[in-house]
């Protein structure tokens, strides 16, 4: 079974307006709701292609009990720990006029110490169900900086393997701690180190404790640095994308789905592209465009570097 | 007592941003929730001029709780009548770097027949202990375009003046029912007659059955349409505002309180111009600054037209 964590989860809400004007009053055509947080579109996108899953996190107050629903709904099986404070909201502006899509995030709920304990806890008795462990996105206010990295010793001592996706402070205190993966884009990874050079910033996440660093740029593919080797992957003609928000995510999925498998870096890598590029050609976050895993799987070249 | 109604009451909500731009991502740095809709912010500014009040209109779901929760807060009574379906959020995304505030407006729940129905029969009743009634702002889908004229009609059965505060069809539907005072702005004007000179389009509301027309102009003060002559008001020096979103609301109160009390024009008309000031010299939509107040009165200038 894999485990996804979201501490930050989120009601992602979506606006379609006629055209974002600052400053300016807009009518709201359509209103639509999901459940979100990083770590849950991982789940979504493992449970879509047929694997074992469970989504865990914080939880609170009539936005978190929506969450909830929705995850029942889409039959995603999860084991959230409540808290007194209200999960937050994202706001999602879409654009008739450019397509273009305008994020706006709550920074969600004051977790207290008591509650931060408690889900250790129980975050400690789904980990030993495990094989491994995807520690995904934002910490709400009140967990400590530290939060990924006692997630990945706790799942290491019960014999998960663990993948980080996330930020800043976060991300760079989990290195130590040794998780298997971390998984930044272009942008975290300067954000994270500091160091403006990418293959730089990866090896000094390597040396800082990570086991692997995969990296993502975009429609330029995926970078990874591994105790294994080197490589690069990426599809050999770019696609054409409607929701690029999703794809981090489906990368995080195929790489837990192959850690769990014990497969090779190449099969890994080629499975984190095409997961990555049906996740972009399909209208929600999470979701997989069924006909582009199917034709982009044979594009997708992964090199040695 | 003065009967506010809120057909599409609103939870508004600020997002505090560093500075909004489409197309990316924000984090945001504040959320704050509030009870809305023109009819709840007519009589936050009624209550705090310590007028009798009554707020009315429909409510439903969780969202409408909270909206509930803090009107019980603000110590604003209310007779709201139940819908199934979850009442709407109001977006306002204020940027820090230039102050300025962009507005996303929910449509708002879908109102069965049945549950109109029984609105009329609960507003019946309230009309019945009503001096003035205050209609303001949009229709929720489902609630006929004829929904103010039945209201002005029900009210003036009961013995109450009326106010109606609208737009579009709404407000053209609510003409020939005989309002007491309709207060369009200038945009409004336009957009509800088609004409775009603003004195003929007034003379146009009057001859369709308004028994008066009070059109806002911003910075720019007040014309007013009567029986009893024509006058313009307002402020013989600017006054600088940071809650422009809040003054028609104050203007709406300021000729129902003149309507209760039976005073003349020039009166209401140089109240309406004192409170509209103090409405956008306060921090919050429905507040009133006391100093603005008492400041501005002796500089508002009421002149016939």
Redesign the interface.
Known sequence: MILTVTLNTALDVT?D?DE??????????A?RERAGGKGINVARVLHAMGREVLCTGLLGG?TG??IAADLATADLPSAMSPIDGESRRT?S?V?AA?G????????GPHVTDEEWQRFLVHFRSLAARARVVVCSGSLPPGVPETAYDLLVRIARDEDARTIVDADGMPLARSLEAGPDIVKPNGAELVASTGLADEARAMRWMQGAGAGAVVATFGPEGIRALTVDGAWTARLDRPIAGVNPTGAGDAVAAALAAGLEDGRDWPSMLRDAVTWSAAAVTAPLAGDLDALTLDRVRSSVRVEAA
Do not use: F, I, K, Q
Request: aromatic share 4%; hydrophobic share 35%; glycine share 4%.
């Open positions: 606006y307006v974002l004007r600052p400053d300016a009053s807009h009518r709201v055509r209103v009539p009990a929506r706001v502006v654009s450019t273009g899509s305008t994020l706006l995030n709550e920074p």
